[in-house]
């Protein structure tokens, strides 16, 4: 598996692992039109310190997950999401996902990470846990957090200092 920066001719194959999870797996009514960071990922998300990544196995999107500048040296990590068969220790899709991001934001001076879930992730809410994440009050978020309507739980990791900043 490799993991690597979103580039336009991969944008079909991680709407359809995006939406596909959200609608079939959690039952969310949700399409691409609804979220349209998905169609404008390089300027939405591979901004200031911001980036998108995509887990691959043969050429086969299996996971994303995105890191959202919000500025003030905070970011919002947003779309992770990894194919069902690529799930668990045994593969370390997220973990992989999680700990590039992790590097990335860290290099770049972002101190602090926020991300909003809802209650169906519940598999999900165990693996920010066991990451260092620790669940916050919605009023403790910060101002420039973009809230998603479907989200309830809210979790902030403050990062190591980078040694090369």
């Given at each position: ?13 991680v709407?359809?692992?995006i ?10 009514e949700i ?12 300027t939405?998300?591979?901004?200031d ?6 887990a ?22 947003r ?11 045994e593969?370390?899709?997220a973990?992989?996902l999680l700990a590039?991001?992790q ?19 519940e ?11 620790v ?10 957090f ?7 739980k809210?979790?902030?990791?403050r990062?190591p200092?980078?040694?090369?900043a």
């Amino acid at each position: 598996m490799q993991i690597v920066p979103f580039t336009q001719d991969l944008e079909l194959d991680v709407i359809r692992l995006i939406v596909g999870i959200q609608r079939d797996e959690f039952g969310i009514e949700i399409d691409a039109e609804r979220q349209p960071d998905l169609c404008t990922i390089p300027t939405f998300y591979q901004v200031d310190s911001g980036n998108f990544w995509v887990a691959q196995e043969d050429d086969r999107v299996v996971g994303t997950i995105a890191l959202l500048d919000i500025g003030q040296g905070q970011g919002a990590l947003r779309k992770m999401f990894v194919a069902p068969e690529y799930r668990g220790s045994e593969f370390g899709t997220a973990r992989s996902l999680l700990a590039v991001l992790q590097n990335w934001a860290a290099e770049r001076g972002i101190r602090d990470l926020f991300l909003g879930t809802t209650p169906f992730f519940e598999a999900a809410h165990r693996f920010y846990e066991r990451h260092g994440f620790v669940e916050i009050s919605k009023s403790q978020l910060p101002e420039a957090f973009p809230i998603m309507q479907v989200d309830t739980k809210f979790y902030q990791l403050r990062l190591p200092e980078s040694r090369d900043a």
